[in-house]
């Protein structure tokens, strides 16, 4: 078994009072699928309904209730590597591959059904994270709007509307960490 050795990673407190992390991308949420998760839950998605990579996409959104919504960039790969590991087939009529799963699919499906349960658990576990017990539809509306902001600003980038963009993130994920201002403590601030 090879061990894996990863850098030391920077985590600096920003004058924010968030965390920064050297190097890290941005966008990007917790890692949801421990490896080999989103292979073998594609794989079993596949094996209860042939169906495209966009359907699979939408029915672990669902799975998530929403909270998370796997990239194309994630779920094509994947399904690529599944099918050159002859355990998915594609079929291209129609001009969208629509995905079965084969034999040797369905027998690797059974010699790993108990780490198949551990997905099923490991999602129900990263949705209640993701998601919170008691977050309202509507401020799971407002996270939505606010991805849906980000992806349609791509392209008009630029250093002042970053630093702008940034600030308006930290500030609002600051307030919401601090919690509900009262009368009293507005009053004290005013004074």
């Not at 939505?144 to 600003?153: C, G, K, S, W």
């Amino acid at each position: 078994m090879r061990e894996h050795h990863h850098p030391p990673r920077d985590h600096s407190v920003g004058q924010d009072g968030f965390e920064k992390r050297a190097g890290q991308r941005g966008g990007r949420g917790p890692r949801v699928f421990a490896p080999g998760d989103l292979k073998l839950l594609l794989l079993a998605l596949i094996a209860e309904q042939p169906c495209h990579g966009y359907d699979l996409i939408r029915q672990i959104e669902g799975m998530f209730d929403g909270a998370y919504s796997p990239s194309p960039g994630v779920i094509y790969p994947t399904l690529t590597f599944l099918e050159e590991s002859e355990l998915i087939e594609g079929d291209a009529a129609g001009g969208k591959k629509r995905y079965n799963v084969t034999e040797v699919g369905r027998q690797s499906l059974l010699d790993q059904a108990i780490a198949l349960d551990g997905v099923r658990m490991r999602i129900d576990v990263s949705k209640r994270s993701l998601r919170g017990h008691d977050r309202p539809a509507e401020i799971h509306e407002a996270v939505h709007n606010l991805r849906h902001a980000l992806q349609m600003h791509h392209g008009r980038w630029n250093p002042t509307e970053i630093a702008r963009v940034r600030d308006l993130l930290n500030n609002t994920a600051k307030a919401i960490v601090d919690g509900p201002v009262t009368a009293q403590s507005a009053q004290e601030n005013a004074e």
